[in-house]
């Protein structure tokens, strides 16, 4: 419990680093808003980019938070504290920080959307992210992006920064190049974009969506237990 007070206040910068990030994020997002309802929308609607933008903003502060693992546990070690209570304490820390950020990103976006009530009144709002998203799958949520959190820190201390970029880099731009290939499918398009599309929704009609959610908790329940034996067997480097 001590070493988990410790590293909690060692590590509650980052709480603080997260929400100037959300912040920055959100204010673009609604600036954007403005611009966009100022010179191209020709419709009487907006939506609510700001707030998403700020959701977002929590998973990849969480996920970037992994950039830090390395360092973060071999202080902890090379100052007298078990892996074990490191492992314990650390995707705690990362839990309450993603926790912090969705109440956050919720509070920046019912403040954004009032704003608009008072800058657009009688306008029609198009996009919510969170009148999508549902509270109870909000601990699923957390619960992946600190498994893959504890993952990028153990890739460091296995593979160094280099094999750490090699994972990171790649995973921020598959949502775009997942996006980009489906729709490109749909539309019957014939480059390479739409054929890793439909390869990708041949592959998501292959199994039901509780099949693919038990396959993707298989996945995680896996690269957590890979990390625990990286944090366990790493060595310690002041």
Same mark, same amino acid.
Do not use: Y
């Given at each position: 419990m001590k070493f988990f007070v410790k590293h909690l206040k060692a590590n509650r910068s980052g709480v603080l680093i997260m929400l100037i990030f959300q912040t920055v994020l959100f204010l673009m997002g609604f600036l954007m808003v403005l611009a966009i309802n100022a010179f191209i929308n020709e419709d009487r609607d907006y939506a609510a980019i700001g707030g998403m933008m700020a959701l977002m903003a929590t998973v990849f502060g969480g996920l970037a938070r992994g950039n830090g693992g390395m360092n973060r546990y071999r202080t902890a070690v090379s100052m007298g504290h078990t892996r074990l209570s490191y492992i314990l304490a650390d995707p705690v820390i990362t839990a309450l920080t993603c926790a912090i950020g969705i109440a956050f990103a919720w509070l920046l976006d019912k403040f954004e959307l009032w704003i608009y009530s008072i800058l657009y009144p009688g306008w029609e709002l198009?996009?919510? #992210? &969170? $009148?999508? &998203?549902?509270?109870?799958?909000?601990?699923v949520f957390i619960i992946g992006i600190c498994i893959l959190d504890f993952c990028f820190g153990a890739l460091q201390l296995q &593979?160094?920064?280099?094999?750490? *970029?090699? #994972?990171? &880099? @790649?995973?921020?731009? *598959? @949502?775009?190049?997942?996006?980009? $290939? #489906?729709?490109? *499918?749909?539309?019957?398009?014939? $480059?390479?974009?739409?054929?890793?599309?439909?390869?990708?929704?041949?592959? *998501?009609?292959?199994?039901s969506p509780p099949m693919w959610a038990a396959a993707g908790a298989a996945v995680l329940l896996g690269l957590l237990a890979l990390s625990v034996v990286c944090y366990r067997r790493a060595e310690v480097r002041i």
């Open positions: 198009d996009f919510d #992210v &969170f $009148s999508m &998203f549902e509270w109870l799958h909000a601990p &593979f160094g920064t280099k094999g750490f *970029a090699a #994972v990171w &880099f @790649p995973l921020c731009f *598959a @949502p775009m190049i997942i996006g980009n $290939s #489906v729709h490109a *499918a749909q539309e019957g398009g014939g $480059s390479l974009l739409a054929l890793i599309g439909r390869g990708l929704l041949f592959l *998501a009609g292959l199994l």
